[in-house]
């Protein structure tokens, strides 16, 4: 492979009769001939390239058949358009403002546009250089004034006979195609993270409003028990009282801390949607309800759409290509560079083409002794290659885990939510009863009967809250690891 170019080189400098015509062609290519008849010797002083491994630019990944915790009718093409599977018109416009003026993401897409031209400076490496020079002087000798000009234009190609730059354009290339996909995640990450961030505040919202109801309960029950005790009731004890306005005190603690905990839903949201965290961002009162189970695809098909296995598949492949050309700088150098210009005291004749000199120069280079450098920045290359190889295959077993994860998580809260909601029900029965039993003054009926009833009441209706929440935020860190488009 690292002949081709060289033999190309030869046919060429075999034919220059075809060329007899062009004056100083005859003299440039003898030089051209005498410069490639070194060339042999220093391919082969350069021959070490050949013996450093190519690296390698692709990796298979062995992908089941089916996801082990899905259902087989679950098994079908992969969710596209991933936010209508919440029906909450609120939380996809959330998500859109979130896109358009989130600070995070307008910082990656400048980081984008800047990749984009990191492609132009390195496509043209390939072309040649041109550069235009002007000077002028005065002199003063002998009381005399005399004054000078010069002009030149010069020029430099690399003609690339190994392929080194072509190499590390496709490189760049390469990390650009990297860039787009890492933005592609960085939105995909921020509409879920958004999403998530809303059912939060929506959440903390409805367990503020549990707190306060609470509250209400408590305050309403301290009332009777102080009533009744005032009566004379015959159940009601001092101890009640006291137990009452323990409750009704804690209620209210519990009150300050879900303020706390909505207003901090608050402003994480509001900093995402690129508003100023003042807290008073109003949520929906319910969370948005899910429409049914979700298709999610073979696993196959992971490893094309999600942009974080699309980055690193062309991270993989830059390093490749920057490999490739370390590999070829131990090989010989060719560039050719040529000037011309004249140098006149007199400015009118300064472009006349009988006053020009024209130098053209080809520089043939092989380095020879460097210790070992060279050839260990290509070996430190392959191993780069061989690191990007080996992380690619780690984040394709990381976002396989982050599926399976994910499935398996849908089944059991979906099943525990199932349960819980039943809890709740019992809970709340079992919380009547217990303090329509205390107030009627039935017999056994006694406050910590009332306390306990409400304590698990309370918990099981904080809990299926929370669990509910937690189910959304489940099945959008299944889209994502599924890589669901936005």
Known sequence: MF??????????????????????????????????????????????????????????????????????????????????????ARMRSTVQEAQQNNQNLQA??????????????????????????????????????????????????????????????????ADFEAAVAEFRNARLSLAATTAKSYCNLISAQQQLVLAQTTLESFEKNLRIIERNYKAGVPNVRALDVQLGRTNVSAAQRTVKSRELERDDAARSLEVLLGRYPSATLQPGRSLPELNGRIPVGIPATLIERRPDLHAARARLEASAGRADATRKNLLPNLSLTGSSGSSRGNFARLLSPTDLVTNITLNLTQNLY??????????????????????????????????????????????????????????????????????????GADIFSVLESQRRANNARSTLIRLKNERLQSRIDLHLALGGSF
């Open 370 to 443: 460097s210790g070992g450098a060279n050839e260990a920045e290509a070996r430190a290359a392959i191993a780069r290659n061989q690191a990007a190889i080996h992380d690619y295959a780690q984040s394709a077993l990381e976002a396989f885990r982050e599926v399976e994860s994910a499935i398996a998580a849908e089944s059991s809260l979906a099943a525990q939510e199932g349960f819980l909601q039943k809890e709740v029900e019992q809970a709340a029965l079992a919380e009547r009863q217990a303090e329509r039993d205390y107030s009627e003054g039935i017999e």
């Open 108 to 173: 990656a897409a400048a980081r984008l546009r800047g990749a984009k031209e990191l492609t132009i400076q390195s496509r043209a490496d390939l072309l040649p250089r041109l550069g235009l020079g002007a000077s002028g002087g005065l002199t003063n000798s002998d009381s005399e004034t005399s004054d000078r000009y010069g002009l030149s234009l010069a020029a430099s190609w690399e003609p690339d006979l190994w392929g080194r730059l072509r190499d590390l354009n496709r490189a760049t290339a």
């Open 3 to 88: 002949f081709k170019s060289y033999v190309l080189g030869l046919i060429v400098l075999c034919l220059p009769k075809h060329l007899k015509d062009c004056k100083g062609c005859d003299s440039f290519l003898v030089m051209l001939r005498r410069l490639f008849g070194l060339t042999g010797c220093l391919i082969l002083v350069g021959c070490g390239a050949a013996l450093i491994p190519a690296p390698k630019n692709s990796l298979k990944i062995n992908a089941p058949a089916v996801w082990q915790a899905a259902g087989n009718k679950t098994n079908q093409q992969i969710s596209q358009g991933w936010l209508q599977e919440f029906s909450d």
